[in-house]
Nanobody
C-alpha cells in the first residue's frame, strides 16, 4: 500500500528549529517529485517546498526561503524538511505529497498525501 507518513512536529519557541520527516512506503522517493505543504486552521493549503527528480532543482516559498531546507535520504526512503528560525506564522499542519503533474505550486498537482504533522511556534 502506497503511503506517506510525516513526523517530527511539535511545540517550539520562536527562533528555534524542527526537522520534519516524511517516510514513504511502496514508492521510491528517487522516482517521484515530492513536496511539502502546510495549512493553518481556516486557511488554504500553502506550498512550502519541493525538489524535482529531474535535475534536483529546489523550490521554496518566499515566506520560508533561507530558513527551510528540503532534502532526501534515499537509503531510508525518506525526505526531510529542516526548519530554522521558526516564527509564529509558521504554525500549521505540515503535509508531504507526491507530485503528479501541473503547477508544483498547486496542491491539486499532488496525490498520495500524508496525514500531516503539527508544528506550533510560540512567541
Amino acid at each position: 500500500q502506497k503511503r506517506l507518513v510525516e513526523s517530527g512536529g511539535g511545540l517550539v519557541q520562536a527562533g528555534g528549529s524542527l526537522s520534519l520527516s516524511c517516510a514513504a512506503s511502496e514508492l521510491a522517493i528517487n522516482a517521484y517529485t515530492l513536496g511539502w505543504f502546510r495549512q493553518a486552521p481556516g486557511t488554504q493549503r500553502e506550498f512550502v517546498a519541493t525538489v524535482s527528480i529531474a535535475g534536483g532543482e529546489t523550490y521554496y516559498a518566499d515566506s520560508v526561503k533561507g530558513r527551510f531546507s528540503f532534502f532526501r535520504d534515499n537509503a531510508k526512503n525518506t525526505v526531510y524538511l529542516q526548519m530554522n528560525s521558526l516564527q509564529p506564522e509558521d504554525t500549521a499542519l505540515y503535509f508531504c505529497a507526491r507530485y503528479r503533474g501541473g503547477s508544483y505550486l498547486s496542491s491539486t498537482s499532488y496525490d498520495y498525501w500524508g496525514q500531516g504533522t503539527q508544528v506550533t511556534v510560540s512567541s
